[in-house]
């Protein structure tokens, strides 16, 4: 992900977590408290001293963070202190009476704000993997004190004069200095630096009108589930799911006060797991319908007035900042670029996607025509009858794969393994680096010439307040003008065994555990000066690139082979059952595809709007259906996976113009596996090509340009096709 203006401010502050918990949509547009509270902030500060962990510096190998030291109570006043010390450092920048350089204004923004940064990274690596209500309290509380801080900083006049001039005389740099210049600047104009005070107070009243807007369309999805419950009353019409769904149903009736009656709430997604197991087509089309049509007026709660104004308040913001449109704003600092880079990604795929989409809808008319069902396939029909064609053709017992996949050994002999045989790194324990909870192991990565590259903490098994989901996270990020290795999380929810059983892992969860890695090296290798520029602080629409890219060699047969045993007899897992998973791994994706490109093409369209534009959106409803044809995507009996009036990532959080950044980095991953298979495979010299042009650079360099030095060309979209097993569609 892009680092906020807030992250740019501070330097090496904030570390930045590498997603995994794809579908979390982020709040970023949250309204800033304007004043950070004084009084309180120097209360907190006097009781901080050489007695709280985070005075100073670590003084464990790689600056670990001291975990026999660090309690509850550091937190707050270290984070205050932090507040405070760092502004008091970019005041001293910004009154600098002499002129400003690249060394006493850019680089001295770099080196500001230890403290701050030491503290929220390990405050924010422990509330998500070990926290509680006190941790979630203090971060509530906090949150405005950050955005007022950041705040404080980015619309500090003398700060960016200063680096205004260090700006205008950037001809006299090149390379990681040139891009950090121009990133630095480029992160105050687009707060509104340089616009002048009638100009700034319509952009504040904006940021709070969309901030209300974003709020409200959040609170209102939640009011949508509530009216657009479906409620049965007969439990005949609920055949087909299990006894224990039936009470789960029974239960949420009995907790609105209706016991005696089933109630189906509707997920955020328009298509509904349940879907798949009802019986009843009736029923099924009610279901599908309360989802489908939520928020578009059919009940008291209309989200179509906030989509259409959050679309023409965007608009008219990029255009107060020297934009075409919303998505030109977004995505410039993107790898994309332009919203018609994203477009013409998203587009290239649609014929054969549509095409597999096709012949997934013939198998399943067929199972309804042989059925005697008189009917077309239809929305609420599709996934009820895919799981039909499913159980028949690609029939898999996913308790047999997982006794393949023993924990200890996909971590050693799988993701170890398969990380040495390409970058010759290693892997070592180190028991004397203490930890936030148990079950954490901690190595010590060695690089191919036996020098340390970091430490790497594998917190992999789920616990008590850890949220959910998977990601990569660090304490230190790599950097050469402070001096500092990399000291990396990954962090999964996998559930441990009872002790003295094996922990045997699902196909999934050993593919994630790859893709964690691909960030972790990311994090790992990073060999870059400035801390702002290092390991994963490059766009969202890059961010998953390095990591989907370690994914693919889960299934690469040397891999297999040295992981892969079973875990009580150490056989082979055998080959059928290999292909089996494989086929299993891509059934239904015509559907899964389309339904996402459908979704990213809508957000493209409504943030590629005029504010004119937006405000002639006569019904959203019509306008969503135009769209969708517009773009080749309207298929009736797949819809987007998120419609206009419950599109929370776009309306609720801040993938606005960014939903399309999964598979824009899932295209580069399969076209630079794909170069990588046909040039050698599992080999060192691939492994130090891809780590000198990608892993290395973080974001001191175009990520286009990046892409190009390794692979020689940009990418296309054949290689994400056949990773999803699009091609060459088949009716039979
Ligand atoms: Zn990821």
Known sequence: ?????????????????????????????????????????????????????????STLPFHAPDFTQIEFAHYEPALLAGMEQHTAEIEA??????????????VAMEKSGALLGRVSSVFGNVAGSAGNDDFRALQVKMAPKYAAHGDNISLNPDLFARVKTVYENRDQFEGEELRLIEDTYKGFVRAGAELNEEQKARIREINSELSSLTTEFRNNLMSLVDENMVVVEDKAELAGLSDSQIAQLAATAEAKDMSGKYVITVTNTTRQPILQSLENRELREKVWRASAERGSGNTATDNRPLVKQM???RAEKAQLLGYENWGAYVLEQSMAATPSAAQQMLRDLVPAVVSNVEAEMAEIQQVIDGEGGDFEVQPWDWAYYAEKVRAEKYALDSNEVKQYFEFNR???????????????????????????????????????????????????????????????????????????????????????????????????????????????????????TYPSLAGTSVSRDYVEFPSTFQEDWTLNPKVIANMAKHHETGEQIPQELLDKVMAAKNFNMGYDTLEYIAAALLDLEYHTLTPDSAAGIADVNSFEQAALTRNGVAVEAVPPRYKSNFFAHV???????????????????????????????????NGQAFRDAILSKGNSKDPM????????????????????????????
């Open 410 to 528: 996909v971590v050693e002999d799988g993701v170890f393994y398969a990380m040495n045989q390409l970058f010759g790194i290693t892997f070592e324990k180190r028991d004397d680096i203490p930890t936030y909870a148990d079950d954490i192991v901690v190595y010590e990565v060695k690089d191919v010439n036996g020098e340390s590259l970091g430490l790497f903490y594998g917190d992999w098994f789920t616990r008590d307040g850890k949220r959910g989901g998977a990601w990569m996270s660090s304490f230190v990020s790599q950097s050469h003008l402070l001096g500092n290795k990399p000291v990396i999380l990954n962090n999964m929810n996998i559930t441990k065994a009872p002790d003295g059983e094996p922990t045997l892992l699902s196909f999934d969860e050993v593919s994630t555990m790859f893709h964690e890695m691909g960030h972790a090296l990311h994090g790992m290798f990073s060999d870059v």
């Open 311 to 313: 679309a023409q308040l």
């Open 651 to 685: 309306f609720a959080g801040g993938y606005s113009a960014g939903y399309y950044a999964y598979m824009w980095s899932e295209v580069l991953a399969a076209d630079a596996f794909k170069f990588v298979q046909d040039n050698g495979g599992l080999t060192l010299e």
């Open 93 to 106: 920048i910004a009154n600098n009476p002499e002129p400003a350089t690249f060394e006493n204004t850019i």
């Open 705 to 732: 340009q990046q892409y190009i030095d390794f692979r020689g060309q940009k990418p296309t979209v054949d290689a994400l096709l056949e990773r999803r097993g699009l091609t060459a569609p088949t009716i039979d």
């Open 1 to 57: 992900m892009r680092k906020s203006l807030i992250a740019v401010a501070i330097g090496a502050a904030l570390t930045v977590a590498a997603c995994a918990d794809k579908e979390a949509a982020q709040t970023t547009e949250q309204q800033a408290e304007q004043q950070v509270q004084q009084a309180e902030q120097q209360t907190a500060a006097a009781t901080f001293n050489e007695s709280n962990p985070f005075y100073a510096e």
